[in-house]
């Protein structure tokens, strides 16, 4: 649609779209078993939780999450409970439009198990040495 100004010397022809810039929704890429681990939650604390890795993708601040500095810098976890247990999703932040699922889990306590602790620190180094090598061919080429 076209607005046309005019005010007497001078007219304005503008261009009007209904169309606002969306930024790049960013991919997401899912480390070990982290997906199937998510799928398993409660149908409930699933949806809560896609629906907060979704506002991620959009660029859009979560509305439960807090930085996990102790697994890795840029690493944060998602946060949801029910009657039964705290759910957690711990990601690496947005890398060249991609989130990191490192790792996915449920606890009891508000301690996180030292398994999850090792398990998510483990796949946050995977995924720093694969864009490391990543950049090094890239750098190569």
């Not at 890429?29 to 809560?48: C, Y």
């Not at 506002?55 to 949801?80: A, C, K, M, T």
């Amino acid at each position: 649609m076209y607005l046309y100004i005019s005010s007497g010397f001078a007219s304005i022809l503008i261009r009007v779209t209904d169309e606002a810039k969306k930024p790049k929704l960013a991919a997401i890429v899912w480390e070990g078993d982290s997906r199937e681990v998510l799928k398993a939650f409660p149908e409930e604390v699933t949806q809560n939780l896609g629906f907060e890795l979704w506002q991620l993708q959009q660029g859009e601040r979560p509305r439960d999450y807090r930085p996990l500095p102790s697994v890795g810098p840029g690493v944060f976890e998602l946060r949801d409970q029910d009657q039964r247990a705290w759910y957690r999703v711990v990601y690496l932040s947005r890398i060249k439009d991609v989130i990191y699922v490192l790792h996915c889990f449920e606890k009891k306590s508000r301690e996180m198990p030292r398994k999850d602790f090792e398990k998510a620190t483990q796949r946050f180094k995977t995924v720093k040495a694969r864009l490391a090598e990543e950049k090094k061919r890239e750098n190569r080429s």
